[in-house]
T-cell receptor, first 114, second 115 residues
């Protein structure tokens, strides 16, 4: 059974610092990995999707890397801003699972202080 | 940008009552999903739906739950006889394809509170 772990559970940084968020998964047979942002009491906003054949994916200040063989993905957020404060979730579907069932990590709660 | 919309945003229901949560997926999407998140816990998969039938369901999705696409735009989750432990945030998601790596897009959720 796929297990998805995110470390650390919480992170507080001063504005301007780079953020490094980690996601690990136990079964490397994944199609892709998706990073989400969740604001308190809100839904999930898709940030990046990185395919299993890719090593990294970038969008603005966000960069996600994927190392399937070691079961790890890292989300980098450059030059953090207070508006980046949120919980960040990673999720993977299983290759062998049908219909794209996503399995989520517990998230990393990020606070960026001005 | 197209988005998934869910109504209501908050539903308060007495235990044992039926509740229907509604979702309007993105219009050209074909795959629909329900997830839930109990307060302080991980987001959990409930069910996926394609071509007017359930594709996969989790152990949580027992006989109390059902899904329906009553028309061309809505996708609903029904809980027949709610329990206290059904209190959670319920998220609807959709994607236009499944295995070829398109992202799932989520709505803002319905917070279900069972009294």
């Amino acid at each position: 059974k796929q297990e998805v772990t995110q470390i650390p559970a919480a992170l507080s940084v001063p504005e301007g610092e780079n953020l490094v968020l980690n996601c690990s998964f136990t079964d490397s047979a994944i199609y892709n990995l998706q990073w989400f942002r969740q604001d308190p009491g809100k839904g999930l906003t898709s940030l990046l999707l990185i395919q299993s054949s890719q090593r990294e994916q970038t969008s603005g200040r966000l960069n996600a890397s994927l190392d399937k063989s070691s079961g790890r993905s890292t989300l980098y957020i450059a030059a953090s801003q207070p508006g980046d404060s949120a919980t960040y979730l990673c999720a993977v579907p299983l290759w062998t699972d049908s219909w794209g069932k996503l399995q989520f990590g517990a998230g990393t709660q990020v606070v960026v202080t001005p | 940008e197209p988005e998934v919309t869910q109504t209501p945003s908050h539903q308060v229901t007495q235990m044992g009552q039926e509740v229907i949560l509604r979702c309007v997926p993105i219009s050209n999407h074909l795959y629909f999903y329900w997830y839930r998140q109990i307060l302080g816990q991980k987001v959990e998969f409930l069910v996926s739906f394609y071509n007017n039938e359930i594709s996969e369901k989790s152990e949580i999705f027992d006989d109390q739950f059902s899904v329906e696409r009553p028309d061309g735009s809505n996708f609903t989750l029904k809980i027949r006889s709610t329990k206290l432990e059904d209190s959670a945030m319920y998220f609807c998601a959709s994607s236009d394809v499944d295995r070829v790596g398109q992202p799932q897009h989520f709505g803002d959720g319905t917070r279900l509170s069972i009294l």
